[in-house]
């Protein structure tokens, strides 16, 4: 089972990426093949619809949707901005749902914050799952924020607080194995039958009714 994983922050010091490398480590420990990216390799302009329509996805955009074309998952640690989704990752997340097959329909997804906050992002991971969930993406119903984030981390990158690390192993565990479960029906290599597959996709597909035509990839 392959996982995708990127944090949705450009800056050196992010603390999301921090959360990420914790996350990555404890899914390849429940036995994921995880393919780490860095949000810059993903760096695109404001959604045009007349750059879209003219010339398609730009670069960072085609390699978003390449790379999660290629996964059966994600693994996203997203800042909260102004008690939000960050207007990057809705910007890249808008780009990519522009292709067809939609990349995010039918991706498991478990989301992650970080933060400084008491709070920990977790207002922005209920607004990231809105468009993720209408792409038809199947984002894992416990979500992680990480309050205090800027002290949390132990010098091995694990949490101070063990609860709180096991708590988070435990869940990534459990993500990991409903990712496997559901990966050949709607994954990046679905091996289900065509007439499952179809069926699966077709009840996913709620985006492409609403959204102007969008070109196959
Ligand atoms: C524009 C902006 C808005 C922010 N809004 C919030 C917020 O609503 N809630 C919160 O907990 N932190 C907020 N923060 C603080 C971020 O949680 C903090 O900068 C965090 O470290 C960002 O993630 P990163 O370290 O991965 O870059 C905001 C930061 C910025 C730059």
């Given at each position: 089972m392959r996982v995708l994983a990127f944090a949705a922050s450009l800056r050196k010091g992010s603390l999301n990426r921090r959360l990420l490398e914790l996350g990555v480590s404890l899914a390849r420990e429940a036995g994921a093949e995880v393919d780490v990216a860095e949000f810059r390799q993903f760096?695109?302009?404001?959604?045009?619809?007349?750059?879209?329509?003219?010339?398609?996805?730009?670069?960072?955009?085609?390699?978003?949707?390449?790379?999660?074309?290629?996964?059966?998952?994600?693994?996203?640690?997203?800042?909260?901005?102004?008690?939000?989704?960050?207007?990057?990752?809705?910007?890249?997340?808008?780009?990519?749902?522009?292709?067809?097959?939609?990349?995010?329909?039918?991706?498991?997804?478990?989301?992650?914050?970080?933060?400084?906050?008491?709070?920990?992002?977790?207002?922005g991971l209920w607004q990231t799952r809105i468009p993720l969930e209408g792409c038809g993406a199947l984002v894992f119903p416990d979500m992680f924020a990480l309050a205090h984030a800027d002290k949390a981390f132990a010098p091995d990158g694990t949490l101070h607080d063990t609860a709180l690390m096991e708590r988070l192993r435990k869940d990534i565990a459990g993500f990991v194995r409903l990712a496997e479960a559901v990966a050949p029906l709607c994954g990046g290599h679905a091996t289900a039958p065509a007439p499952v597959r179809r069926q699966v996709a077709e009840a996913l597909e709620n985006e492409t009714a609403l959204q102007p035509q969008a070109r196959r990839q």
């Amino acid at each position: 089972m392959r996982v995708l994983a990127f944090a949705a922050s450009l800056r050196k010091g992010s603390l999301n990426r921090r959360l990420l490398e914790l996350g990555v480590s404890l899914a390849r420990e429940a036995g994921a093949e995880v393919d780490v990216a860095e949000f810059r390799q993903f760096e695109m302009p404001m959604y045009d619809g007349d750059a879209d329509r003219e010339e398609g996805l730009p670069p960072g955009g085609r390699e978003l949707a390449s790379r999660l074309q290629a996964a059966d998952a994600l693994l996203l640690a997203a800042p909260e901005y102004n008690y939000s989704i960050a207007g990057s990752l809705k910007n890249a997340i808008d780009w990519v749902s522009r292709v067809r097959p939609m990349p995010w329909r039918g991706k498991s997804i478990y989301l992650m914050s970080a933060a400084p906050s008491p709070m920990g992002g977790v207002r922005g991971l209920w607004q990231t799952r809105i468009p993720l969930e209408g792409c038809g993406a199947l984002v894992f119903p416990d979500m992680f924020a990480l309050a205090h984030a800027d002290k949390a981390f132990a010098p091995d990158g694990t949490l101070h607080d063990t609860a709180l690390m096991e708590r988070l192993r435990k869940d990534i565990a459990g993500f990991v194995r409903l990712a496997e479960a559901v990966a050949p029906l709607c994954g990046g290599h679905a091996t289900a039958p065509a007439p499952v597959r179809r069926q699966v996709a077709e009840a996913l597909e709620n985006e492409t009714a609403l959204q102007p035509q969008a070109r196959r990839q």
